[in-house]
């Protein structure tokens, strides 16, 4: 069976076409810049490696065709027929209350993505796009929705209802939803699996470590706390977001700086984060490099992050009766899997509860292993994510 994995955003689009006998991925690309100057597609299959194509894309179903096109090429694609593809899973960011794991997609479906869209206008919107164009492609093949945040409709609501009035929850769906549910969801069974467990029995922290961040308690390998809110803004300081802020800064800001609420909306998401404390960079390795250089705001973003990180963890252990309970603390993405400095700067902040690095362990970078000492309170492990496949896997399961 082979399933076509969509993820599209405001202005870009990722898919994998995966061959589910082997999980071997038979194609995959990026096309960024959709409805802006410049739109380019990269397409890259095992075999034939990269074809870069440079043409203007209005919006995603013109992306979605070039994609189609490329996927068949003669001399660049990966199989001969459209026909060849099964099913489509296609992540979808927002599925509130409605969704609390990946479903088939119907007309019912597509109105609770619509009415969702409040909760995350820039998301959902290119994901129906990307539905909609794929179902006039593929007629045959299977269309399945996967939500980021399916995987946390387990928590309790001791952990997902805001100290506000309690009528905007019930008016207006406010609460933490949380989300990266797909890659949280991933390494809880790779890490059970790991760990001679049944998902149903692992207890965990799960760490994803990108761009974006979020921590979240896993119980009996469901979700029951996370760090990211109502949107992905909450929780840990990120490239370009804040992340907890108290809430008066947004008009102290407004007042101070004589901003509208959505240039300070922009500064909060865009300009924040490690970015704005640093003054360097969104992107870790740079700010890695800046700090060894000695640039002292540099040092300062990466501590900030890092004692984020470890205080999260530490009010996830407050969930678990015994330390003894809880079978591992994850590290995953593109921080997470890679950053060795980052592990260990983490760990040594979590020394207080008996959690112990093994430093040659951790020398290691996008593999699955077990990074603690045998002595650790808690088993810390690197596990890489793979959304994809988790798509891929939900969707031929839905699909058959
Ligand atoms: P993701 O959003 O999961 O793709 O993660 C992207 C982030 O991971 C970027 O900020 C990268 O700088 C960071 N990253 C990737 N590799 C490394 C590495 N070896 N050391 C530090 N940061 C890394």
Redesign the pocket.
């Known amino acids: 069976m082979n399933i076509l994995v969509i993820n599209c955003g405001s202005s870009s689009l990722k898919y994998q076409l995966i061959n589910m006998k082997d999980e071997s991925i038979l194609a995959k690309g990026l096309v960024e810049r959709i409805g802006i100057e410049g739109s380019v597609v990269k397409h890259k299959t095992p075999q034939k490696g990269e074809h870069i194509i440079k043409e203007p894309l209005k919006d995603h179903k013109a992306a979605l065709k070039i994609v189609m096109s490329s996927l068949v090429d003669k001399e660049y694609g990966a199989i001969s027929s459209l026909d060849e593809i099964d099913a489509v899973g296609h992540r979808v960011v927002h599925g509130g209350e409605d969704f609390a794991q990946s479903v088939p997609i119907d007309e019912k479906v597509m109105e609770a993505i619509d009415r969702n869209i409040d909760l995350a206008p820039l998301h959902n919107p290119p994901n129906i796009m990307g539905i909609e164009a794929c179902k006039n492609l593929l007629p045959k093949a299977k269309q399945v929705a996967v939500f980021d945040t399916a995987f946390h409709q387990t928590m309790p609501s001791v952990n997902y209802i805001y100290a506000l009035p309690y009528e905007e929850y019930e008016k207006h769906k406010i609460r933490r939803y949380g989300f990266h549910g797909t890659s949280h969801k991933y390494v809880t069974e790779r890490a059970a699996s790991i760990l001679g467990k049944n998902v149903d029995e692992v207890n965990l922290i799960t760490c994803h470590l ?3 961040s979020s921590i979240t308690a896993v119980k009996g390998g469901k979700s029951i706390d996370t760090s990211m809110g109502l949107t992905p803004l909450e929780g840990l300081p990120m ?1 370009t977001r804040t992340g907890n802020i108290d809430p008066a800064i947004i008009k102290f800001l407004m007042d101070k700086e004589n901003l509208s609420i959505d240039e300070v909306n922009e500064i909060i998401n865009k300009k924040s984060g490690v970015l704005g404390i640093s003054g360097v960079s ?4 740079d700010i ?1 490099n800046a700090a060894e250089k000695g640039n002292e705001r540099a040092k300062l973003a990466l501590d900030i992050f890092e004692s984020s990180v470890a205080k999260f963890v530490a009010s996830y252990l407050t969930e678990f009766d015994n330390i003894s309970d809880i079978d591992g603390i994850v590290f995953t ?3 997470g899997e ?2 060795k400095t ?1 592990r260990a700067n983490v760990a040594k902040k979590l020394s207080v509860f008996g959690i112990k690095i093994d430093e040659n362990a951790n020398d290691v ?1 996008g593999k699955e292993r077990i990074i603690s000492s045998e002595d650790s309170t808690i088993p810390l492990l690197t596990i890489p994510t793979n959304e994809e496949l988790m798509i891929a896997k939900d969707t031929m399961r839905l699909a058959k």
């Open positions: 990108g761009n974006g490239g969104s992107d870790f390795r890695e993405a593109g921080l890679n950053a980052t970078r």
